[in-house]
């Protein structure tokens, strides 16, 4: 074996040993450097935020630990496994430190997934680019079951688990709204913020589509915890 060789397997052997001592607690490190910790929202992300993230969808315990440790009030919603869109674990999400234009439906993990938005993305933006928070998010929705685009056949929306949430705009500490459908295609201070929104929400939801995306999404953001991943 080249020497090469050997040190490339002798450098996956220590980090596959390194691992395996972190998972059965041999070796102990730092909540958030650990992949196999819960999810705490109110840390700051890291390289292992999305990891943590994807773990929470077939996790309810987990998920549950996670929403907890993140300032929503939410409403745990009766489980409706028989319907055409059944709802598994959902819960009314009632706000945070961003107050809604009406409550909505998610699904754990997009109730986490917006939590982190709320703080380490839509917050730190609108301080950095207006100098104070935003109060309101307005949106349009979250659960509708119905399939992609309301086509009459295909594949089910996002929408219809409760795992999708449509962004419309923001209104400020001072009154100021901000709108997709009206800023967005502007050259100016409040374009700026929403393009920056836009990029910081692909942290915390594997899919956002913004106007760039295509003209059904001309004023709004869709964003979801679904299995792909997407971000324009």
């Not at 680019?129 to 998010?137: A, D, E, F, I, K």
């Not at 705009?169 to 929104?197: E, H, M, T, Y």
Request: with cysteine; glycine share 6%.
């Amino acid at each position: 074996m080249s020497r090469g060789r050997w040190l490339a397997l002798s450098a996956l052997l220590l980090i596959g040993g390194a691992l395996l001592g972190v998972w059965r607690g041999w070796i102990e490190v730092a909540p958030e450097w650990n992949p196999w910790a819960p999810l705490d929202v109110k840390a700051p992300p890291n390289w292992l935020t999305g990891y943590k993230l994807t773990r929470l969808r077939g996790d309810a315990a987990l998920c549950e630990q996670a929403l907890r440790s993140s300032s929503l009030r939410v409403t745990p919603q009766a489980d409706s496994p028989d319907a055409k869109c059944p709802l598994i674990a959902a819960v009314r999400v009632q706000g945070g430190e961003v107050a809604l234009s009406s409550s909505f439906l998610a699904s754990c993990p997009l109730a986490v997934a917006y939590a982190m938005f709320e703080r380490h993305t839509l917050q730190p933006a609108a301080r950095e680019v207006y100098g104070q928070p935003v109060t309101r998010l307005e949106h349009l929705g979250s659960f509708a079951c119905r399939n992609v685009y309301n086509r009459e056949s295909g594949a089910l929306s996002r929408h219809a688990s409760a795992d999708a949430l449509d962004i419309s705009g923001f209104r400020l500490a001072d009154g100021r709204s901000i709108s997709v459908l009206k800023d967005w295609p502007k050259q100016n201070q409040d374009a700026q913020f929403l393009r920056q929104v836009r990029d910081g929400a692909c942290e915390a939801f594997s899919v956002v589509l913004s106007p760039d995306y295509n003209a059904a999404h001309r004023n709004h953001f869709h964003v979801d915890v679904g299995r792909w991943s997407v971000c324009r």
